[in-house]
Structures are given as C-alpha cells and as structure tokens.
C-alpha cells in the first residue's frame, strides 16, 4: 500500500472535540489563579460594621487593613438610642481624612452616585456611598466633617467603612476573568478544531478515492 493512501485515524475529530474543552477550562483556572487580589478590606459588606460618626464633628477611627474604605451618608440611621431621619441626598459638607501617625490628608474621592444604596433588613440603617478611600498606611486617623457655611445643624450621620462597590469587585473580578478569557481561548480552538476537522476529511476523502480509483 502506498504511504500517500493512509487515512487519517477518526480519532482525530475526537481531538478536534475535547481540545477547545480542554483549552477553556484549562485557561479559566489558570487566569483564575494567577489575577491578583483587589485591595479590598473585607471578603464582603457589612453593614453592621461600619464606624457611625455624627456630624458636624470629629472622631478617631482606626483602619486595621490597608485598602479601599468609603464614607457612606446615612440618611437613616440609629446611634446610641437616637433616632436621625434625614433627606436621602446628602447635604453639601466638607469631610477630611487625616493619618495622626504621619498627619498626611487621606484624599476623598469619587462624588455621590444616587443608586449606590445600602439598608438593613429591619431599616434601622439606610445609607448612601459618598466618597471613596484608598488607605495605604493602616493606623488611627482623625475623620472630621463641616459644613460648607459653618452651621452645626442639622446633625447628621456618617459611616467610614469597606467600600461596597470594591468589594463587589473584589469578589466578582477573578471569576469574571476566568470566564472571559475561558470564552475568548474556547473561540479560536474552536476555530483551530474546525480547520483539523477540515483537514482530516478531505485527507480522509482523497485516500478513499485513490483507493478507489
């Protein structure tokens, strides 16, 4: 028998089958592994941990972790027995951030997004995110608020805590990735698996037919 008459094995398309499977799952746990962890302090929000300050005023918190924090406006909230009911759009107040370790200002950034809304199941709570903060330097730090024409009322409240949307991410990024670039490997082997089955058949036809012939 002639070499140019060997027929291609048919396990070749079981190949050109498992390999985009493979392929996708084989990168989705490797991307998976391998993305870093966003700088999120908690593995999820809690509303019941955040540090609840009334303001206009100042207070100490402490940031045991390095991270992404935010100052969060609540609109609804309940502090030692009293009760604060406020409009759901935060009033125009200036907060600052400041490390008592180094005296650096901690920068506030990213406005008020109305939908980035918070409560808990009873309403005892319900908030609003504010501003975000990145801390590098875990440590006490003076957290103070104003507001911008100096008056002292209303009194109202304001919570520092783990930032809701970077530990949505937090949580959401690693899976996200494998998924894409599991989707994104398992197109182009499935390209790549389609020219070997291509390939294989006309191989396979064109023996068949010297055969034949």
Same mark, same amino acid.
């Given at each position: 028998?002639?070499?140019?008459? /060997?027929?291609?094995?048919?396990?070749?398309?079981?190949? $050109?089958?498992?390999? #985009?499977?493979?392929?996708?799952?084989?990168?989705? /746990?490797?991307?998976?592994?391998?993305? #870093?962890?966003?700088?999120?302090?908690? %593995?999820?929000?809690? @509303?019941?941990?955040?540090?609840? =300050?009334? =303001? #206009?005023?100042?207070?100490?918190?402490?940031?045991?972790?390095?991270?992404?924090?935010?100052?969060?406006? %609540?609109?609804?909230?309940? @502090?030692?027995?009293?009760?604060?009911?406020?409009?759901?759009?935060?009033?125009? /107040?200036?907060?600052?951030?400041?490390?008592?370790?180094? *005296?650096?200002? @901690?920068?506030?950034?990213?406005?008020?997004? %109305?939908?980035?809304?918070?409560?808990?199941?009873?309403?005892?709570?319900?908030?609003?995110?504010?501003?975000?903060?990145? =801390?590098?330097?875990?440590? /006490?730090?003076?957290?103070?608020?104003?507001?911008?024409?100096?008056?002292?009322?209303?009194?109202?409240?304001?919570?520092?805590?783990?930032?809701?949307?970077?530990?949505?991410?937090?949580?959401? $990024?690693?899976?996200?990735?494998?998924?894409?670039? *599991?989707?994104?490997?398992?197109?182009?082997?499935?390209?790549?698996?389609?020219?070997?089955?291509?390939?294989? $058949?006309?191989?396979?036809?064109?023996?068949?037919?010297?055969? @034949?012939?």
């Amino acid at each position: 028998m002639s070499g140019n008459n /060997i027929k291609p094995s048919r396990w070749f398309y079981v190949l $050109a089958f498992l390999l #985009p499977v493979f392929t996708c799952g084989l990168t989705g /746990i490797l991307v998976y592994r391998n993305v #870093p962890k966003l700088p999120g302090v908690l %593995e999820a929000f809690d @509303i019941e941990k955040l540090v609840r =300050v009334v =303001v #206009p005023g100042t207070a100490e918190i402490n940031f045991t972790k390095s991270g992404a924090y935010a100052v969060y406006y %609540e609109y609804r909230s309940d @502090i030692d027995g009293v009760y604060y009911v406020r409009s759901q759009y935060p009033p125009r /107040i200036n907060c600052k951030l400041t490390s008592k370790a180094s *005296g650096k200002e @901690i920068e506030l950034v990213t406005p008020f997004v %109305e939908g980035e809304i918070y409560s808990t199941q009873d309403n005892e709570h319900a908030g609003v995110m504010m501003t975000s903060i990145s =801390v590098d330097q875990p440590g /006490i730090h003076t957290f103070s608020c104003r507001y911008l024409d100096g008056g002292q009322f209303p009194r109202i409240v304001m919570a520092v805590g783990p930032n809701m949307v970077w530990e949505f991410f937090n949580l959401a $990024a690693k899976p996200v990735a494998a998924v894409v670039s *599991g989707l994104i490997v398992y197109f182009f082997t499935c390209v790549i698996s389609l020219v070997i089955v291509v390939i294989v $058949a006309i191989m396979r036809n064109q023996a068949k037919n010297r055969m @034949i012939s």
